[in-house]
């Protein structure tokens, strides 16, 4: 069974950092993708980044480009969002989701990182951003 455990979350300051942690379990973790997603009050869950662990590939959306960096510690089965100059439109829940293999094409430079191709979730980790 997959299961995914977010942490890290948390009050920071507009232009302060956060490092989220996302703690998988039950499946063969190289052979998946893990992307980070959140989801605002009265908002739908958008996309931040991924990385699929099958080739270290990694997509950032447009919003959170320079700021935020996703990686991996293979030994842990574990993916990290490390967040920097946050802003208070960054206030979300923080999810972090699962699917096997790499939702895009090989060597494609975009991806959308869309929740829709990701069918296992946490439970997630709120993030508040104080101006």
């Known amino acids: 069974e997959v299961q995914l455990v977010e942490s890290g979350g948390g009050l920071v300051q507009a232009g302060g950092s956060l490092r989220l942690s996302c703690a998988t379990s039950?499946?063969?973790?190289?052979?998946?993708?893990i992307g980070w997603f959140r989801q605002a009050p009265g908002k739908g869950r958008e996309g931040v980044s991924c990385?699929?662990?099958?080739?270290?590939?990694?997509h950032y959306v447009d919003s959170v480009k320079g700021r935020f960096t996703i990686s991996v510690d293979k030994a842990k089965s574990t993916v990290y969002l490390q967040m920097t100059s946050l802003k208070p439109e960054d206030t979300a829940v923080y999810y972090c989701g699962a699917t096997i293999g790499r939702p895009w094409n090989s060597g494609s430079s975009y991806y959308s990182v869309d929740p829709g191709d990701f069918p296992s979730w946490g439970q997630g980790t709120q993030v508040t951003v104080s101006s």
């Open positions: 990385i699929s662990n099958t080739d270290n590939s990694r």
């Open positions: 039950g499946f063969s973790f190289d052979d998946y993708t």
